[in-house]
């Protein structure tokens, strides 16, 4: 079992795959690197790519079927950008779900954190929806200052790591940003983010194998949840580990 919680396969809709040609050899790339689940998670940004439910759900049905040609299950989604208005959106149908269950997937702008996210998470989960925040360690707030995750995790929210910045694909700042949540709890599965069949495809495997490393423990709860969270169910994260501090009283020890 291996979940590709995030991408963008679902040709035409946005600015992921273009081609079913396209989509094909992403889901051929996710077979290869031996994920039995993507998630279709194309994006929906109001007044640039809003998905119309029977178009997505028309291309879904497609891909899904090409998906069980080459033994990978697609699975329904979206990467919603987040606005004050989520709740009203969900509520009106205009936006879904991770398999039509109770996790979806929110990113937030790259340069900020708007004041209103943890108001619209907690309205969501009031709701019985629990927001996923699709690769933190992008956002320049949040990769500066993790306190900012580990306040929404602690809040009953998920977090979803980019396989690209724990290899390095975005640069080191951010493949070190990526380190220290994985290092400290502070995410719970992992997506492609695969936007096409080059450089930006359905690549997985790496990042797991990194997790492993720097955090054995949050390896072992991800391959235990990750089905768990695609069907629904509730999950108990572990809790979020303090690094700061304990590096600071090695630095000390070491000098001693
Ligand atoms: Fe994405």
Known sequence: MMID???????????????????????????????????????????EFE????IYDSTFLKVKEIGQDMGINVIKGLEVYITPNLLELYNNGLIWCLNDRKYML???PMREFPLYTEDVFYELRL????????????????????????????QGNLAQINAGSLTGAYGNTIKEAAEQLVKRNLVHMVGSDGHNNERRNTFIK???????ELNPELHKWIKENE?????????SP?????????SLFSRLFSKK
């Open 5 to 47: 919680f995030h991408s963008h396969i679902i040709p035409n809709v946005d600015d992921g795959s273009q081609s079913f040609d396209i989509t094909k050899d992403m889901l051929k790339n996710s077979a290869l690197e031996g994920a039995t689940h993507i998630c279709a998670t194309s994006h929906y940004i109001p007044g």
């Open 51 to 54: 998905q119309q439910k029977d």
């Open 106 to 108: 929110i990113e937030l």
């Open 127 to 154: 709701k019985g929806v629990t927001p996923i925040l699709a690769h933190p360690e992008r956002n320049f707030k949040i990769s500066n200052n993790p306190e900012i995750l580990k306040n929404l995790v602690e």
């Open 206 to 212: 790496k990042a797991f194998s990194n997790i492993k």
């Open 227 to 235: 089905i768990n969270i695609l069907n629904g169910e509730d999950v």
């Open 238 to 246: 572990l809790s979020v580990r303090e690094l700061k501090k304990a």
